[in-house]
């Protein structure tokens, strides 16, 4: 071997491990399925939660994304796109995908893709202070 094919064999080392660094940054934030079942109490008077007491705010916790929705109630949904796993962000009583554009409503039903399925729902339930989230 000479010396222009040994250069020629690290570059192309090099450039295939590149490639397979970009391709794996282009998979799912989350490598786990979405979270199935559920169950866990928020307090809402905790600093965590803050974002919780005023409409359109919202928080991450548990694979789930609580959102208070315009109107005063809670929803949950699960956090990721069931499109290639990104957080979906919460605005204007919908989730969205700010990855690749999918629009999902409240209850999670996608109203524009390139997600093909919903966002998984959860139920929530409030008692004074306390948020519940179940399935």
Do not use: W
């Not at 786990?32 to 928020?42: A, R």
């Not at 919202?58 to 694979?63: A, D, K, L, Q, V």
């Not at 690749?100 to 409030?126: C, D, R």
Request: proline share 5%; with cysteine.
């Amino acid at each position: 071997m000479n010396r222009q094919q040994f250069l020629e064999q690290i570059g192309m080392g090099i450039a295939g491990t590149f490639l397979i660094t970009c391709l794996g940054s282009c998979s799912k934030s989350n490598p786990s399925s979405p979270v199935q079942s559920v169950d866990f109490t928020l307090n809402l008077t905790d600093t965590a939660a803050a974002p919780l007491l005023n409409a359109g705010g919202y928080i991450y916790t548990n694979g789930v994304i609580v959102a208070k929705t315009q109107s005063g109630t809670y929803i949950a949904v699960s956090e990721y796109c069931t499109h290639q796993g990104y957080p979906v962000n919460y605005s204007n009583n919908q989730f969205y995908c700010p990855a690749h554009g999918s629009v999902f409503s409240a209850t999670g039903s996608v109203l524009q893709g390139p997600a093909g399925s919903p966002l998984i729902q959860y139920q929530v339930a409030v008692s004074g202070n306390s948020l519940h989230v179940y399935s």
